[in-house]
């Protein structure tokens, strides 16, 4: 069956720490692929997304991805957090071209100031 | 531009009653899906809608069911209610290409006693 890990279910850092967040998907022909953003008390919102192209995909506040086909990856990646990325991140996909996300089980970030 | 609308935000319902969930998407979004999340299973797809017609289904059983009116509303219905239902409710709208992402409504809490 069509599935995505996230192998971080805990993350602590503090802050201006660097963060990178696994997410591996298993192989089932073409993926789209996302990262989705969950803060305490909100709803899920898009950090960014690929479709083709450049694998290094760049997001919002900050954040990037990287597509490593030959690894079934895409990590999130940021090069210094802040309190305010404290949150749930869910790495999400789409197996060859449905309209359905399949979602790993989420990575909870917390941040120490 | 309005986000994605779920009312209610909150119920509490008993076992064995029925309920139904509303999602007003994007305004010219043609798309709907629903998703529930609960701590044990995570975010799992439930169905989705494109033009009043459902396109795909996730492997619920037949309580859940949904529908997708002429103005792309869309209502979730489950019925027979069980307690592990208990979950929150996401709905997802789309403009029907994925290469523009989802965009979630913030949900609709239910909790089954």
């Known amino acids: 069956a069509q599935s995505v890990s996230q192998h971080n279910h805990h993350v602590i850092l503090s802050e201006a720490a660097s963060l990178e967040l696994g997410c591996n998907y298993s192989?089932?022909?073409?993926?789209?692929l996302f990262w989705y953003v969950q803060y305490p008390g909100q709803h899920l919102q898009l950090l960014l997304k690929?479709?083709?192209?450049?694998?290094l995909v760049k997001g919002i506040k900050g954040f990037e991805a990287e597509f490593i086909k030959s690894k079934f990856s895409f990590n999130l990646r940021k090069p210094s957090v802040q309190w305010s990325d404290t949150a749930e991140y869910f790495c999400?996909?789409?197996?060859?071209?449905?309209?359905?996300?399949?979602f790993g089980g989420g990575t909870r970030l917390m941040v120490k100031p | 531009k309005a986000g994605v609308t779920q009312t209610p935000r909150y119920l509490i319902k008993t076992r064995g009653q029925q309920v139904t969930l509303s999602c007003s998407p994007i305004?010219?979004?043609?798309?709907v899906s629903w998703y529930q999340q609960t701590p044990g299973q995570g975010l799992q797809f439930l169905f989705e809608?494109?033009?009043?017609?459902?396109?795909n289904k996730g492997n619920f059983p037949g309580r859940f069911s949904g529908r997708q009116f002429s103005n792309s509303r869309s209502e979730m219905n489950v019925s027979t209610l069980e307690l592990g239902d208990s979950a929150l409710y996401l709905c997802?709208?789309?403009?029907?290409?994925?290469?523009?992402?989802?965009?979630f409504g913030s949900g609709t809490r239910l909790t089954v006693v």
């Open positions: 997802a709208s789309s403009s029907g290409d994925r290469a523009y992402g989802y965009t």
């Open positions: 192989y089932g022909g073409t993926v789209n």
């Open positions: 690929y479709f083709s192209g450049d694998p």
């Open positions: 999400a996909v789409i197996y060859n071209a449905g309209n359905m996300l399949t």
């Open positions: 305004s010219g979004h043609r798309s």
């Open positions: 809608y494109f033009s009043e017609t459902q396109r």
